[in-house]
C-alpha cells in the first residue's frame, strides 16, 4: 500500500551562531530519517524535548525545506507540489489553542479561512461549510459569531481541529494536541479525533511526549532520539516489548495510580544532550545503562526483525559487534 506521507532518509540542518568571533556550528535536528504514515492510519512519533519531532513536522507540512532526502505524498515527491497544493492534503493541529487562533478574527471567521484562500465555493458556501464542521466537532452553531476570547480551552481546540478539517484533508499532523488542555477535556479531543478519524477516513501523526496518549491512539510508534528513529514498531509490540534501552526509559517514566511505587525513576540523569555536539557512536550510549565498548565508538545500524525495528547495537549480529 502506498503511504499517505513518507520521508526517505531525510534530514535537516541549522547553523547556529556560537556568539560574537566563534561563528556557527551546525544543529542536525533531523538526521537521516526515513518514516511511512499509511493511509488511515495512526503513527506516534515520541521522544523528550528538542529531540526532533517538531521539526519532521515543519517538514511535512512543507513549512521548513529539508536539507537533504525526500517527502513523498502518497508516492509523489513533494517537489511537485506547491504550497497551496500541500496545504489541501495536509493540515496541522497544534499544541496551543490559546496561541494558535487570532483573538481578533471571529470563529467563523477562523474556520472559514483555508476555504478563502483556496477560494472554494462563495459566501453561502462558507456558511454551510463552517456549520457543518461546527456540528462535527461537537461545537454548537453559535459559537460561529464568538471569539476565541469567550471560548473554554477545549472549545477553542475544537475550533482548531474545525478550521484544520474543513478542507478536508488527506493526513493531520497532531503535534502535542492535548498538552495544553486540563486533563477532564483531554480524553474528549482525544476521543474526538478518533471518531474524525473513522468518519472522514484521516490519516494522523501524533507528535507527543505523553505516552498514555500516544498507546491510546496510534496503530505504529517511533521513537525519536536527537533526530534518529531509534526503534519503531506497531504500538501493541513496542508498549509490551520495547527493545531500546531509550524506549524502555522512556515507558518506564510513566506514572502510575498506585502510590506505593513512588515517582519513577528513568536512570537518564538530569544533563539532556546537546545536538551541536552530539557524542560520538551511540549517540545514546553517555545515558545508556547497557553501554558496551563499541557503543562509544560505532554508530548502531538499523536492526530489523519481522515489523520491528531497533537502532542499537545489542541486537546487532554478533559477527558485527565483535568487528
Not at 528538542?50 to 513533494?78: D, F, H, R, W
Not at 471560548?151 to 478550521?163: E, F, P, W
Request: aromatic share 4%.
Amino acid at each position: 500500500m502506498t503511504a499517505a506521507l513518507e520521508t526517505v532518509d531525510v534530514s535537516c540542518v541549522f547553523q547556529v551562531n556560537q556568539g560574537f568571533m566563534k561563528g556557527s556550528k551546525p544543529l542536525r535536528a533531523v538526521n537521516g530519517v526515513s518514516l511511512k504514515i499509511p493511509k488511515g492510519q495512526v503513527v506516534g512519533l515520541v521522544g523528550e524535548s528538542g529531540c526532533g519531532k517538531s521539526t519532521m513536522a515543519s517538514i511535512l507540512l512543507g513549512l521548513q525545506e529539508p536539507t537533504s532526502g525526500e517527502v513523498l505524498y502518497s508516492g509523489e515527491s513533494a517537489g511537485s507540489f506547491d504550497g497551496k497544493d500541500i496545504a489541501r492534503r495536509i493540515q496541522p493541529i497544534f499544541q496551543d489553542p490559546y496561541s494558535s487562533l487570532n483573538p481578533t478574527k471571529s470563529i467563523h471567521s477562523i474556520v472559514s479561512l483555508p476555504l478563502r484562500i483556496h477560494n472554494v465555493g462563495d459566501p453561502a458556501d462558507w456558511d454551510r461549510k463552517v456549520y457543518d464542521i461546527l456540528d462535527l466537532v461537537g461545537l454548537p452553531r453559535r459559537v460561529a459569531q464568538s471569539y476565541p476570547s469567550q471560548l473554554s480551552g477545549g472549545q477553542r481546540q475544537r475550533v482548531a481541529i474545525a478550521r484544520a478539517l474543513i478542507m478536508r484533508p488527506e493526513v493531520v499532523i497532531c503535534d502535542e494536541p492535548t498538552s495544553a488542555l486540563d486533563v477532564s477535556v483531554q480524553s474528549q479531543i482525544l476521543n474526538l479525533l478518533q471518531d474524525l478519524r473513522q468518519e472522514l477516513g484521516l490519516t494522523y501523526l501524533l507528535i507527543s511526549h505523553n505516552l498514555a496518549v500516544v498507546e491510546h491512539m496510534a496503530d505504529r510508534v517511533a521513537v525519536m532520539y536527537l533526530g534518529r528513529i531509534v526503534e519503531e514498531a506497531d504500538a501493541d509490540t513496542l508498549f509490551r516489548d520495547p527493545r531500546h534501552p531509550y524506549t524502555k526509559a522512556l515507558l518506564g517514566s510513566v506514572l502510575t495510580p498506585d502510590p506505593s511505587l513512588g515517582v519513577p525513576d528513568t536512570h537518564l540523569g538530569t544533563v539532556f544532550p546537546n545536538p551541536i555536539d552530539p557524542p560520538l557512536g551511540c549517540s545514546f550510549h553517555p545515558r545508556c545503562s547497557a553501554c558496551m565498548d563499541i557503543c562509544s565508538a560505532q554508530t548502531p545500524m538499523p536492526v530489523t526483525e519481522g515489523d520491528h525495528m531497533t537502532e542499537c547495537h545489542l541486537y546487532a549480529p554478533q559477527e558485527a559487534v565483535a568487528v
